[in-house]
């Protein structure tokens, strides 16, 4: 573990897996509650690391510490490739994921010590396989969650394998263990169990993803809901990538990440932080007819954020006015 505690990225590892923690530098909010960090994982697909998905969406606007933990073990190929279709690729993401959660306790506690972050409960985000951690993490009651916000989790690996097949005119090369395993990682089963944990869920998904239909978004928020859970989701004119190939190295954010990362800080701020005194005078003089809080539809929230812009360089934060470099 390495870095500055009060305004610099901490490197670390925990449980077995790299992660990259961002500081609370946001200037106009405070935590609100006991919820001191949150925890994201990457995906199969671009952004891949824990480096890179915290260069795609750093949050910085929220008030806690952003934790960017590595998925164990290394993916052989995207979800939206044709190595979806062999045992060995659904075998490796079955593994990262039961592996993310099981890990997770013995990570947080590592995590909380190289951080000096008292006992609480988290918040939760992650990124296509990541998001799917995430939401099988509040499944299983892993550890307290006080919300979570994920975008494009797949929902159900052997759905998205028949896509592939479709698209590919190949067939999957699956062995029974590995058909029993996808059907284990459905979340539209465990939609009961994650609507009991009481956790406020967004889902965030692409109306060009081809990897995670928007229907499979919208699809698990009603279930969700079925079920007397609170859930929330919205729907960008995007594909599934958060960033450029490959994805494992820290890279300027793409468009789609930045709007991305302005409605999950939007979201995480909404339910972890308090303006500070100056802030709330200001929004408080600030004409009406702001953005709009993500809701219950699926419409394109293009214009959510449309004054952000990801130039060739660092991204800045619309609250904070600081921007993140490539550094971490």
Same mark, same amino acid.
């Given at each position: 573990?390495?870095?500055? @505690?009060?305004?610099?990225?901490? @490197?670390?590892?925990?449980? $077995?897996?790299?992660?990259?923690?961002?500081?609370?530098?946001?200037?106009?909010?405070?935590?609100?509650?006991?919820?001191?960090?949150? #925890?994201?994982?990457?995906?199969?697909?671009?952004?891949?690391?824990?480096?890179?998905?915290?260069?795609?969406?750093?949050?910085? $606007?929220?008030?806690? +510490?952003?934790?960017?933990?590595?998925?164990? $073990?290394?993916?052989?190929? &995207? %979800?939206?490739?044709?190595?979806?279709?062999?045992?060995?690729?659904?075998?490796?993401?079955?593994?990262?994921?039961?592996?993310?959660?099981?890990?997770?306790?013995?990570?947080?506690?590592?995590?909380?010590?190289?951080?000096?972050?008292?006992?609480? =409960? #988290?918040?939760?985000?992650?990124?296509?396989?990541?998001?799917?951690?995430?939401?099988?993490?509040?499944? @299983?009651?892993?550890?307290?969650?006080?919300?979570?916000?994920?975008?494009?989790?797949?929902?159900?690996?052997?759905?998205?394998?028949?896509?592939?097949?479709?698209?590919?005119?190949?067939?999957?090369? +699956?062995?029974?263990?590995?058909?029993?395993?996808?059907?284990? %990682?459905?979340?539209?089963?465990?939609?009961?169990?994650?609507?009991?944990?009481?956790?406020?869920?967004?889902?965030?998904?692409?109306?060009?993803?081809?990897?995670?239909?928007?229907?499979?978004?919208?699809?698990?928020?009603?279930?969700?809901?079925?079920?007397?859970?609170?859930?929330?989701?919205?729907?960008?004119?995007? &594909?599934?990538?958060?960033?450029?190939?490959?994805?494992?190295?820290?890279?300027?954010?793409?468009?789609?990440?930045?709007?991305?990362?302005?409605?999950?800080?939007?979201?995480?701020?909404?339910?972890?932080?308090?303006?500070?005194?100056?802030?709330?005078?200001?929004?408080?003089?600030?004409?009406?007819?702001?953005?709009?809080?993500?809701?219950?539809?699926?419409? =394109?929230?293009?214009?959510?954020?449309?004054? +952000?812009?990801?130039?060739?360089?660092?991204?800045?934060?619309?609250?904070?006015?600081? &921007?993140? &470099? @490539?550094?971490?």
């Amino acid at each position: 573990m390495s870095g500055d @505690h009060t305004n610099r990225p901490v @490197h670390g590892t925990a449980a $077995g897996d790299a992660y990259v923690a961002l500081p609370p530098t946001a200037v106009d909010a405070t935590a609100s509650g006991p919820t001191r960090l949150i #925890v994201a994982w990457p995906g199969f697909d671009p952004p891949r690391t824990a480096s890179a998905l915290a260069t795609a969406i750093p949050m910085t $606007g929220v008030p806690v +510490w952003r934790v960017y933990l590595d998925l164990p $073990g290394r993916s052989p190929g &995207g %979800l939206g490739s044709g190595a979806i279709l062999e045992t060995e690729s659904i075998e490796a993401y079955g593994a990262a994921l039961e592996n993310a959660v099981r890990r997770l306790p013995d990570a947080l506690a590592q995590i909380r010590r190289d951080l000096d972050v008292p006992d609480g =409960p #988290v918040g939760l985000a992650g990124f296509s396989a990541g998001a799917a951690a995430a939401l099988l993490a509040v499944a @299983h009651g892993a550890v307290p969650v006080s919300t979570a916000a994920l975008v494009a989790p797949v929902v159900a690996p052997a759905r998205a394998a028949r896509a592939v097949e479709k698209r590919s005119g190949s067939e999957r090369a +699956w062995s029974e263990r590995a058909v029993a395993l996808a059907d284990r %990682l459905d979340l539209g089963a465990l939609a009961a169990d994650i609507a009991g944990r009481d956790v406020p869920v967004l889902l965030v998904g692409g109306a060009k993803d081809r990897v995670v239909p928007a229907r499979e978004i919208t699809a698990l928020r009603d279930e969700l809901r079925r079920h007397g859970g609170q859930a929330e989701s919205t729907t960008f004119r995007m &594909g599934h990538a958060l960033a450029a190939e490959p994805g494992t190295e820290p890279r300027p954010p793409i468009t789609e990440a930045v709007r991305v990362d302005g409605v999950l800080t939007d979201w995480f701020r909404d339910r972890l932080a308090t303006l500070t005194p100056a802030a709330a005078e200001a929004a408080q003089a600030a004409p009406a007819g702001g953005p709009a809080e993500a809701n219950g539809d699926t419409q =394109p929230m293009e214009q959510r954020h449309g004054s +952000w812009s990801s130039g060739a360089g660092n991204v800045p934060d619309a609250r904070t006015g600081a &921007g993140l &470099g @490539h550094g971490l």
